[in-house]
């Protein structure tokens, strides 16, 4: 299933519904390092503010798994979160999840 299907079926998230957004979005923030580190990258500065959007999604997960739950307050910012890289950087809506 893609991330963003996967992501409107869910009315109240629970903690495994935030490992399974977590491991699709570790997957591509991996691949931005992997750009970003590149020798004499020349798109450098590019893939750092990308990953800096990315990282705020991937922070809040963190703070709700180690927390062990999610508000719906964090739950509407991660969505916000990962919307806005979408639409700003693209890439995540080709992402499935392991449901």
Same mark, same amino acid.
């Given at each position: 299933?893609?991330? %963003? +299907? $996967?992501?409107?079926?869910?009315?109240? /998230? *629970?903690?495994?519904?935030?490992?399974?957004?977590?491991?699709?979005?570790?997957? @591509?923030?991996?691949?931005?390092? +992997?750009?970003?580190?590149? /020798?004499?990258?020349?798109?450098? &500065?590019?893939? #750092?503010? *990308?990953?800096?959007?990315? !990282?705020?999604?991937?922070?809040?997960?963190?703070?709700?798994?180690?927390?062990?739950?999610?508000? +719906? #307050?964090?739950?509407?910012?991660?969505?916000? &979160?990962? $919307? !806005? %890289?979408?639409?700003?950087?693209?890439?995540? @809506? $080709?992402? &499935?999840?392991?449901?």
């Amino acid at each position: 299933m893609r991330i %963003f +299907d $996967y992501i409107d079926t869910i009315e109240k /998230p *629970t903690i495994d519904n935030i490992r399974v957004i977590y491991k699709a979005i570790n997957v @591509k923030y991996d691949e931005l390092i +992997d750009m970003a580190v590149e /020798p004499n990258s020349k798109n450098y &500065n590019k893939w #750092m503010q *990308t990953l800096g959007c990315l !990282k705020a999604s991937e922070d809040l997960i963190i703070d709700c798994i180690t927390n062990n739950k999610i508000t +719906d #307050m964090e739950w509407l910012q991660l969505k916000c &979160n990962i $919307y !806005k %890289f979408q639409v700003k950087y693209g890439g995540l @809506k $080709y992402l &499935n999840v392991e449901a």
